[in-house]
Structures are given as structure tokens and as C-alpha cells.
């Protein structure tokens, strides 16, 4: 299993190359786990991420789009982060961030299994979309997740909640 080794920085741009010296290779860490964790093989460079603005983000949430179900957004907070702020409405959470242990990857299974059960696309959020986003999104690519249905939210729910800040919300998640 790879592991992206970049901070969760609020610096995005529409695409973003991912390169070798981003990745990590970890299979060691695998063979010393007894739960049953899904291996996966990583690729070692994604060409690309596909980011969402946050004017379209609201623009989906205007439009009924994420109450429906016609997106999905996935959260890559911490549980304190998304104390602090996260987005209003339905929001997929695994509290698996910074992802940097195979724990921590366990924890998407349950966000991979509501992705995988449709064919909706996915906006995932971090504090700053950077890694926090882009090793869910590659752990989900990974898993067979088409990456034309994954979005990153363009500099994260950080920079999202200083402009949206009636789409957000603190405290329990929905």
C-alpha cells in the first residue's frame, strides 16, 4: 500500500500532479496486521486530481444535489475538525485523516462501500485539500472507484467555511 507524504497545505489548483517523491511505499506495515484490511495496490504516480471550486460545491448544494443524493461529499476531517466546522447537510465521515497508518486506511472501508454502491460522483473534503483528500482519493481509485467520479473541494473546508460560512456548521455531524 502507498501513502502520499505531503501535508494537508490549503494550495490547489484545478489539477495537480502527483509525483514519485509524493509517494511511499509501506507493504511492511501490511504484513504486520492481524485485521482483516483490504490490500490494495496504490498507484505509485496519479497523473491528475479533479478539483471542485466552492462556488460549484454550493452551487450542488443549492440544487438539491447532495440531499438527494446525486452527489455525495465525504469528509477527511478529524473528529475535532469537524466539531469546529463542517459542511450543513448530509456528509459521509471516517475520521481517518492524516491517513498515515494502515488504521487509518481501515477506516475508509465504510466510506468506500457507500461509494462503491453507486455511480454518483464524489467530492472528498479536507482542512486544506491537499493530502487529506489525495490519499482518500487515491485509496479509492485503488479500490476500483472510477476517478472521474472524484473531486477534491478546491483549498479544503478551511477556505470554504471563510467563504460559505451559512453553508457550514459546527458541533455533531448530521
Avoid: W
Amino acid at each position: 500500500m502507498s501513502f502520499l507524504m505531503a501535508g494537508c497545505s490549503p494550495a490547489a489548483k484545478e489539477t495537480d500532479n502527483a509525483t514519485e517523491s509524493e509517494v511511499a511505499v509501506e507493504t511492511e506495515v501490511l504484513a504486520e496486521i492481524d485485521t482483516p484490511v483490504p490490500v490494495v495496490e496504490i498507484p505509485e504516480v496519479l497523473d491528475e486530481y479533479n478539483y471542485i471550486s466552492p462556488e460549484d460545491v454550493v452551487a450542488h448544494i443549492d440544487a438539491g444535489d447532495v440531499e438527494s443524493g446525486a452527489i455525495l461529499m465525504v469528509s477527511a476531517q478529524t473528529k475535532e475538525e469537524l466539531a469546529a466546522t463542517h459542511m450543513k447537510g448530509k456528509l459521509i465521515t471516517n475520521y481517518s485523516r492524516p491517513l498515515e497508518t494502515v488504521e487509518d486506511y481501515a477506516k475508509l472501508e465504510p466510506s468506500y462501500e457507500i461509494i462503491n454502491s453507486t455511480d454518483v460522483p464524489v467530492i472528498v473534503i479536507c482542512p486544506g485539500g491537499k493530502s487529506g483528500a489525495t490519499r482518500q482519493y487515491i485509496y479509492f481509485v485503488a479500490k476500483g472507484i472510477d476517478a472521474s467520479r472524484l473531486m477534491i473541494l478546491e483549498n479544503g473546508q478551511n477556505n470554504f467555511s471563510k467563504l460559505y460560512p451559512d453553508y457550514v456548521e459546527s458541533g455533531e455531524v448530521n
